[in-house]
């Protein structure tokens, strides 16, 4: 019987994205280049719905690969244009 708890060598996808995401966060908070605060602002919750759309991802591929699939409905997605 094989254990199924990861090791910390095991290559993990949301381990991948969430220190791809942070490198890139920091190099990009490292030099203020000249933008306003808005900018930093939606960069940061842009980084963090990526990581959530990342860990859906990956969840839902483990899933299908296991067999399972999931019948929820989709909502629909507000956006607002400003």
Known sequence: MT?????????????????????????LFRYDFGLPDDFWYHLERAAHELLTAGRILVKTLLQRRRG?????????IEIEWE
Do not use: I, V, Y
């Open 3 to 27: 254990d199924p708890t990861p090791k910390p060598d095991d290559f993990s996808w949301e381990r991948w994205l969430f220190d791809g995401l942070k490198a890139l966060r920091r190099m």
């Open 68 to 76: 399972r699939q999931s019948d929820a409905p989709r909502g629909e």
